[in-house]
């Protein structure tokens, strides 16, 4: 594929609409619903705990177009967190004690306040993890992001689909894999991915329409193939599952595989993965402040339950016992092992 | 194997072999429900991660499902294969291995053909 394609929204493609996109779902014929697939493990209805990690999406502006992006993510999109929003979202994790921020996007440090939030919000003596493409990191004005990061022990979450060019390339654009590794490598002179204090973690999605393996088998493979190959150490390998949604919605409507593919992840629904799932501990914040249970949910513009809709209102106590918004494309973080920002799950 | 379902509705399909008869594989057990429940416990054993590794396991029987000519085979064992991590280039390896076999199986039966012109000539 090219380096670069153009955006579902730019294209004006149908499925560029999150209404389209949850219509569509809606109709796909589905053996259960996934409300009564809960119900019948006694998890229904699916409710938060403590909010444990606050997810900021910075906007969907990235230097990549994925075929998978459930974010339709890319150079030609201009949505980007506003100041107003981002300073309600820092003095909300201050006033909430919320532990964890995650920051994604697109690619969130394009965003020109990225520097400014991970300073601040390690500051507050949160952990700070940072959802990085490894090729932004390689752009003369964000060369100086890895140091940063590393100054601020930030936790970073790398995508790589597979150890190799052909796999990675097909999925994320041409030449990406080279720039990958260069990324990898320059995080790991800092310090990155050495089993200490500067963790970087790698997350795998399947290239196709396929489920992801055993994320320990993976691992352990990943790690041996990563230095034998290249050099390059990590600590963690991470299995994330193709969501449903968006480019990877479109790429399966395209091919004819939304009905097989849905029915592939409710074949393999898992009631332990469902326990697991991570929106029981998390808040995610779209780009223009609304709240969301997760990034997907955000991405089909389906919005919390219950009164606080925006940042600006946000008060912990109201949000955590909440029900979290459900659909089909639900099952895609209960099949097999599940699948979270933080890898399988059972 | 998907483009020889029979369309939607029709009487008279295109082909023998249809992908979703896969997932059917378990009504084997209608005429014989003990044999099919020691057969599924076994298969499942001979799969589990042991002194070989169920990625190394899922790349034999890709190779197996290809000596057999078995679609329903090849058609889960190529997702199989890439679900446990590997990559085409294992797989298509993989395949030559069994093709490498298979032809030479073949060939070595030429020993055979010697065998008789040897026989048979002066």
Known sequence: ?346 | MSDTSPPAGSSSPPGYYHHHDLGRFGEIARGAPGLAEKFFDYYGAVFAEGALTVREKSLIALAVAHTVQCPYCIDAYSKDALEKGSNLDEMTEAVHVAAAIRGGASLVHGVQMLNHVDDLGM
């Open chain 1, 1 to 346: 594929m090219s380096r670069v394609l153009p955006t579902l929204a730019k294209t004006q493609a149908p499925l560029a609409s999150a209404t389209a996109q949850r219509r569509l779902l809606d109709q796909v014929p589905v053996a259960r619903r996934f409300d009564q697939t809960l119900a019948d493990a006694d998890l229904f209805p699916l409710t938060t705990g403590p909010i444990e990690v606050l997810q900021l999406n910075l906007g969907k502006r990235c230097n990549q177009t994925c075929a998978h992006c459930h974010v339709d993510a890319g150079p030609d999109r201009a949505e980007v967190m506003p100041r107003a929003v981002l300073e309600a979202s820092l003095a909300f994790l201050e006033r909430s004690g919320i532990p964890t921020v995650d920051i994604t996007g697109g690619a969130p440090e394009l965003h020109p306040d990225f520097r400014e939030l991970v300073i601040r919000a390690a500051g507050l003596g949160r952990r700070v993890m940072h959802r990085c493409n490894l090729t932004a990191i390689l752009l003369p004005n964000y060369a100086d992001i890895p140091a940063l990061l590393a100054d601020h022990t930030v936790e970073v979450v790398a995508s790589l689909p597979y150890f190799q060019a052909r796999e990675t390339d097909q999925q994320r654009g041409a030449g990406v894999f080279e720039e990958s590794l260069e990324g990898l490598r320059r995080l790991n002179r800092l310090g990155y991915g050495r089993g200490g204090e500067l963790v970087l973690n790698l997350v795998t999605n399947p290239v196709g329409t396929f489920l992801p393996g055993d994320q320990r088998a993976l691992e352990a493979r990943w790690k041996q193939q990563m230095l034998a190959r290249y050099g390059i150490v990590f600590d963690r390998l991470f299995t994330i599952t193709n969501m449903p949604i968006s480019r990877f919605l479109d790429f399966l409507e395209q091919h004819g595989r939304t009905e097989e593919y849905l029915a592939r992840l409710v074949a393999a629904f898992n009631p332990a993965a469902a326990a697991g799932v991570m929106c029981h501990t998390t808040l995610s914040v779209g780009w223009d402040g609304a709240l969301y249970d997760c990034d997907f949910n955000q991405m089909l513009e389906l919005p919390v339950t219950g009164p606080a809709g925006t940042i600006f209102e946000a008060a912990r106590e109201a949000l955590e016992g909440r029900s979290i918004v459900t659909g089909p494309h639900c099952y895609g973080c209960t099949a097999g092992a599940g699948s979270s920002c933080g890898g399988a799950i059972a």
